[in-house]
């Protein structure tokens, strides 16, 4: 690969926010009560545990390599050391399909979110996807800030991360709000019982936890932007991990004290609900909902940073055309990779919500084939390259990666037809398939250089 010219310009706080930021998105306010639903507010916070405990591992993977190897693309650079040219296409490939599944999910949830908030946002219908209702007003809203997130990203990183540390600043504060009304208002005995649905309502809230906790990996992808000792890459990306699965659980248990069975089965948006509650006023759900859009924005932006640096490092290898790995003369950002998800986002909310749910299921397929990639480098490299400087080396290295890449296989069974969550016919299956076979397609395309 050759030599880029990124500025390292980011600093252990934007770290923080970007990996944090991209973690925490709208789900935690929409979702929350479902969990709380299917496996009961303990059964739902352990569930997370350890769903969590199987991303943790996997962060450390992450964070050696991340150290070890600071170079822009992260998992592309890990699988082509350990791998090689082929492992490492599927390995980035297969992450870029969660990435953009994200970016295009942000653009159609933001104007949704703001239907919530004002229903009489929504007018100029113009057709129905899968019985969604697409208005011209979601389109205008969700594809002109898609703009406007592309028009950031391309001025540097610097900026994008002043957003992301801003967005998630406010996403923190409405989160306090809500553990402070749980504190002071919420019912312990909400929490009981404990546990419901049994052992299919947890595997209901434990298969999600790796879509939740995708984005620590947006670490390693921008790691020639970041201005760190490379052993604090790895241990910042750890603890970005931990902070985000504190926050899961504890939104989970601030939704159980403050919502009954009854209210919960009532509930369609749990977090803004649980807060309504604890604070006796509308007002304070739509506080929250303003929170959930400021983990929209921090999600949207942390991906367009991942998913740009990817496909970059992909066309600096040869696999993708060669435009795709142009910086900008001025702001040093990869454009037309930018330019390139820009797009897809711009086009999303013409599609409607339920096309970009199959999207976002399909890329969480994705993002956990990625993951057993670099588990399956990580103990490649142990054991080939046992010398290579590791700036900051896992403890119990081996076992750690055997438990990573085993874990992630279950995960990835949980997709499958077997399932009782696997995913759809014919419709997420063939967003699965058909992004396989322009894959296969680009592979054998790619430019004679890539090696």
């Not at 800030?145 to 406010?170: D, E, H, S």
């Not at 999600?299 to 066309?315: E, L, T």
């Not at 076992?399 to 499958?416: D, E, M, R």
């Amino acid at each position: 690969m050759s030599q880029s010219q990124f500025s390292r310009v980011l600093g252990r706080r934007d770290v923080i926010a970007l990996a944090f930021g991209a973690m925490i998105g709208w789900s935690w306010v929409a979702l929350s009560g479902g969990w709380v639903q299917s496996a009961g507010g303990i059964g739902a916070a352990l569930a997370f545990l350890g769903g969590g405990l199987v991303i943790v591992l996997i962060g450390l993977t992450y964070a050696e390599l991340a150290a070890a190897m600071p170079h822009v693309g992260g998992e592309h650079v890990y699988s082509m050391r350990a791998l090689g040219t082929l492992g490492s296409f599927v390995c980035t490939w297969a992450i870029i399909l969660g990435y953009v599944s994200v970016v295009a999910f942000e653009a159609i949830a933001l104007p949704t979110v703001l239907s919530f908030l004002s229903p009489s946002f929504d007018w100029f219908p113009l057709w129905t996807v899968n019985d969604w209702q697409v208005h011209l007003s979601n389109v205008l809203i969700g594809s002109g800030v898609a703009i406007l997130m592309c028009w950031i990203n391309i001025r540097g990183i610097k900026p994008a991360t002043v957003l992301q540390t801003v967005a998630t600043l406010g996403i923190i504060s409405v989160g306090v709000m809500l553990m402070s009304g749980a504190a002071v208002n919420g019912n312990p005995s909400n929490l009981m019982p404990a546990f419901t649905g049994g052992f299919a309502g947890l595997l209901t809230v434990v298969i999600i936890v790796p879509m939740m906790l995708v984005g620590f990996d947006v670490i390693p992808q921008s790691a020639e932007e970041i201005n760190l000792p490379f052993v604090d890459i790895g241990k910042v990306l750890v603890v970005s991990v931990l902070l985000a699965l504190a926050w899961y659980v504890m939104i989970v248990l601030c939704v159980a004290l403050a919502l009954d069975t009854k209210a919960l089965g009532q509930s369609s948006l749990g977090t803004a609900d649980a807060n309504t509650y604890l604070y006796g006023g509308e007002w304070a759900g739509k506080v929250m909902v303003l929170g959930g859009i400021a983990g929209i924005l921090t999600s949207w932006n942390a991906f367009i940073v991942g998913g740009s640096r990817a496909i970059y490092a992909m066309a600096k290898s040869g696999m993708l055309p060669s435009s795709l790995g142009e910086l900008h003369p001025k702001y040093q950002t990869p454009q037309n990779a930018i330019l390139l998800i820009g797009l897809l986002s711009v086009c999303a909310p013409l599609v409607g919500r339920p096309a970009l749910v199959w999207l976002i299921d399909a890329g969480s397929f994705g993002i956990v084939v990625a993951y057993i990639f670099v588990a399956l480098s990580f103990l490649v490299l142990r054991k080939r390259d046992p010398e290579m400087p590791r700036p900051y080396k896992v403890p119990y290295g081996r076992l750690v990666g055997i438990l990573a890449f085993a874990l992630s296989c279950v995960l990835l069974s949980f997709f499958l037809p077997f399932s009782p969550s696997a995913l759809l016919w014919p419709q997420e299956w063939l967003i699965v398939f058909g992004w396989t076979a322009l894959g296969a397609l680009l592979w054998f395309m790619r430019s004679k250089t890539a090696s």
